[in-house]
């Protein structure tokens, strides 16, 4: 009876250890298995931010281009020597390339779907999270600038330029793929001493001086966010399996 107890228990033992090693061996396999799935996802996700971002540097590098055109027309307008003669079309084209600035607009969907669903833990490497996670951080003070731009901008062309030339001869010239007109206003003409009267205007050089400065810091600020899109697109690829 003894041996025959032993013998049940030996048994009953081993069966519990079999199940329990299924168990484990279940487990393993399902932890495996989500694992995967989450690797498979964060691949995903990771293929949509490097498109966003390709996206993204595609659009500041256009606006980049439009932004450093308007810059350098109102640095030769205030480099302009007042003394020699010129053609007033010049002034207009050099006018109508300083007004033809440009606003980047990201491309934030990805980044703000994977942040609120909380996809973003997804991702294994610390590094690149922490560079997403600032990235809607790194547009304020771009947009700040912005605004004041363009504040500046609407409330001091009318009552300074305007007095003096007229908008339809500045607007000919803003010549550029995303402002595309079926019908452009023809040129107004207008005596050559208006033009006289506006180069020599302090006011007027203030007013042209500001908005370079203006101007300056949202480009300054585009090319912080160039390096930092491109930064973040070299370890979203660095991290995409090949």
Partial sequence: MENKTSKY??????????????????LQINNWNSIQKDIAKEQQIL????????????????????NMGSI??????????????FETKTIDSLLGQAFNFATFDARLGVINDISSSG???????????????????????????????????IKHTPSVVHKFLPIRNQDVFMDREDYARAIVIKPMEVPKSNYVAFLSSIE???FLFDYYMNQSFVST?????????KETL???EKNIDK
Avoid: C, P
């Avoid at 293929?47 to 281009?65: G, R, T, V, W, Y």
């Avoid at 350098?72 to 003669?85: E, F, G, I, R, S």
């Avoid at 997403?132 to 912005?146: F, I, M, P, R, S």
């Avoid at 585009?222 to 390096?227: G, L, N, Q, V």
């Fill in 9 to 26: 228990f030996k048994y009953a033992i081993g069966e519990i250890v079999l199940v329990v090693i299924g168990i484990l061996i279940a």
């Fill in 221 to 229: 600020n585009e090319k912080a966010i160039m390096t930092f899109l």
């Fill in 47 to 66: 293929l949509s931010l490097q498109a966003e971002f390709k996206q993204n540097i595609e659009e500041l590098s256009f606006d980049h281009e439009v």
């Fill in 234 to 236: 070299s370890l979203i």
């Fill in 204 to 206: 007027v050089d203030s």
């Fill in 119 to 153: 996809n973003l833990e997804l991702i294994r490497d610390a590094e690149l999270r922490y560079k997403l996670n600032q990235w809607t951080g790194e547009l304020a003070d771009y947009k700040e600038d912005v605004i004041i731009r363009r504040d500046y901008w």
């Fill in 72 to 85: 350098n027309a109102v640095k030769t307008l205030l480099d302009l020597d007042k003394t020699t003669d």
